[in-house]
């Protein structure tokens, strides 16, 4: 019933720039929490940053100054701009989102991921 997709993703060189989206749609009320994860291959699932819905943020220390998550309450979207990129932010970028429906109350989804891969 609800859907979170992201894009953005692609290939970029060591130093450049991305920005990722995820969009949600559906029978949503409201959301809360959203965050971005990332899965590295052979690593477990890490989250990168958080933001609330009062707008603050949190980040891991290995993105500190170099990401910066916001949203768009209007669009039921989510942004990580993503700058100074390395090759060990090679990973697939996930949002999950605390979101409320008028049927099934408050729980977590998660986007379906999105490649980006850093690398000259």
Do not use: H
């Amino acid at each position: 019933q609800v859907q979170l997709v992201e894009s953005g993703g692609g290939l970029v060189q060591p130093g450049g720039s991305l920005g990722l989206s995820c969009a949600a749609s559906g029978s949503i009320f409201i959301i809360y929490t959203i965050d971005w994860y990332r899965q590295a291959p052979g690593e477990q699932r890490e989250l990168v940053a958080t933001i609330t819905s009062d707008g603050r943020t949190n980040y891991a220390d290995s993105v500190k100054g170099r990401f910066t998550i916001s949203r768009d309450n209007a669009k039921n979207t989510v942004y990580l701009q993503m700058n100074n990129l390395k090759p060990e932010d090679t990973a697939v970028y996930y949002c999950r989102a605390d979101i409320r429906t008028l049927v099934t109350g408050t729980r977590g989804y998660w986007g379906q991921g999105i490649q980006v891969t850093v690398s000259s």
